[in-house]
């Protein structure tokens, strides 16, 4: 069985119509000309935007001149209330200084220190499932829980049963099912000129988030002061110099990057998690042996993870299948000819995973699971050049390193316990929200082992 894939819509339909599939979902909305093509142009009145699915595009895009294609201000719009100017959105200087504060977070060696806090929130996570054992559940719940666990544990030190990080969590998911599609506003042909509300809902969740946020932040300021701050993720963050200015987050700003900490940690790896543990129902052998491989889990030692290769290379294939991000947009700051066409100044340019990893003239077996992939000689090239589920270049999602531990971490502690089952008729449908999700959840039989 070929894991489920979205229909695409005919190839030539009315502006009227694409609207309408557009807003129920990005997904379908595509026709299937884009899993073939290099680039695709997508006409609307307003605006063009150009979908580019070469490798060297790509490439062009992302690494070689990014300075030349900075994040589209269209994306940026939608989540200002929430975000302020978090590292997700900023351009230029501004992003620059931010990264070179955020990055030396998230090195390797810190990843090492970072792995008892991931272990625990893994080990609370089963713990979590017991009560469950036996029943049909929906997973996307399950690994939404256990993500938001491993931001609060690794930034703060707190399990998310503490009550501000609990009440954070739950007014995020308060906050995505009234704005569902983050990308949307990139797409969606309308002017620029035309005003784009916020409910008064949403800002008022998004003030709330954000009271919230302040709340743990000035608080890990005075820990930090007193020092008396363990040793995580905000600590060492708030305690950074620019190596250029000197300079360190404000309180303020250092909040901007905690929202976006939490929204682009938890949500994408909620969802990765969760269509991991669906392609696994669907494929017993599979998920029987990466039980066996988690038999090596023992006491909370990094070195366990180069032990976990099967687990590994499981979770890359469900991020090429369904890449929580589908979709990136950028702008294109100068006139630009691709391919023979005229780009012209100010067009949206998106990259698209969701349909580079399903590429009919890149990949071998494009829409079918094999985790064996990454070890053949088209699955490495494609690997090199047609793989970017955490993006790529210098906008490159930070906590890349940070996710690949997570995940098949896991994914593991939960098959060394559990099995999950498919339930007849129920097999999930992928449509773009926030991230890539189903449209009624994940829903497997949960049995314990
Ligand atoms: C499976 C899990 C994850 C996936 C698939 C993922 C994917 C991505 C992608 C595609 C981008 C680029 C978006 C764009 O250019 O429009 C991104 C950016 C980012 N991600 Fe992730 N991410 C994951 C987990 C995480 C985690 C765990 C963290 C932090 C703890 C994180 C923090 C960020 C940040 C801060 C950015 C903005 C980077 C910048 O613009 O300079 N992500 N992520």
Same mark, same amino acid.
């Given at each position: 069985m070929i894991p489920p894939k979205p229909p695409a819509r005919p190839d030539k339909v009315s502006l009227g119509r694409y609207m309408r599939l557009f807003r129920q979902d990005i997904l379908s909305a595509q026709p299937a000309r884009l899993y073939r093509a290099w680039m695709a142009e997508f006409k609307t009145p307003f605006f063009r935007s150009f979908l580019m699915n070469q490798p060297e595009l790509v490439d062009e895009v992302l690494k070689q001149r990014p300075d030349d294609f900075p994040k589209s201000s269209r994306i940026s719009e939608g989540l200002r209330p929430l975000l302020g100017d978090s590292v997700f959105l900023t351009n230029g200087e501004t992003w620059k200084r931010q990264r070179r504060i955020i990055d030396p977070a998230f090195e390797g060696g810190r990843l090492r220190d970072t792995f008892p806090a991931m272990w625990q929130a893994a080990e609370a996570c089963v713990a979590r499932m017991q009560g469950q054992a036996g029943q049909e559940v929906e997973v996307e719940e399950i690994t939404s829980h256990a993500a938001a666990d491993v931001i609060f544990r690794t930034l703060?030190?707190? *399990? /998310?049963?503490?009550e501000v990080a609990s009440q954070v969590f739950h007014q995020f998911r308060a906050y995505q099912r009234e704005? *569902? /599609?983050?990308?949307i506003a990139a797409f969606v042909?309308?002017? $620029?000129?035309m005003p784009r509300f916020h409910s008064r809902k949403t800002k008022a969740t998004a003030k709330e988030i954000r009271a919230l946020i302040t709340q743990l932040t000035t608080e890990k300021m005075a820990q930090i002061e007193a020092g008396t701050?363990?040793?995580?993720l905000a600590t060492k963050i708030m305690t950074t110099?620019?190596?250029?200015?000197g300079e360190r987050f404000s309180t303020q700003e250092m909040v901007d990057q905690v929202a976006i900490f939490f929204l682009a940690g938890h949500e994408t790896s909620a969802s990765a998690l969760a269509w991991t543990l669906y392609l696994l129902a669907l494929y017993p052998e599979w998920q029987e042996k990466l039980a066996a491989e988690a038999?090596?889990?023992?006491? *909370?030692?990094?070195?366990?993870m180069s032990k976990l290769r099967l687990s590994r290379d499981v979770f890359r294939e469900a991020l090429r299948l369904?890449? *929580?991000?589908?979709m990136m947009v950028r702008q294109a700051t100068c006139p630009e000819r691709f391919r023979d066409r005229e780009v012209p100044e100010g067009s949206q340019i998106v990259l698209s995973p969701w349909h580079l990893h399903r590429h009919e003239r890149l990949?071998?077996?494009?829409d079918g699971f094999d985790?064996? $992939?990454?070890?053949?000689e088209n699955g490495k090239k494609c690997q090199r050049e047609a793989y970017m589920p955490f993006s790529a270049?210098? $906008?490159?999602?930070?906590g890349a390193g940070f996710a690949m531990v997570e995940g098949p971490l896991i994914l593991s502690m939960i098959l060394r316990t559990y099995r999950v089952e498919r339930i007849e008729g129920r097999d999930p449908v992928p449509v773009a929200h926030l991230t890539v999700r189903s449209k009624d959840g994940i829903w497997l039989r949960l049995v314990r082992r």
């Open positions: 703060f030190s707190l *399990p /998310i049963e503490h704005q *569902p /599609i983050l990308n042909p309308l002017p $620029r000129w701050a363990p040793d995580d110099a620019d190596p250029k200015t038999q090596v889990l023992g006491a *909370p030692e990094f070195s366990v369904y890449p *929580p991000v589908p990949w071998d077996n494009p985790p064996t $992939r990454w070890a053949t270049g210098a $906008r490159v999602c930070t």
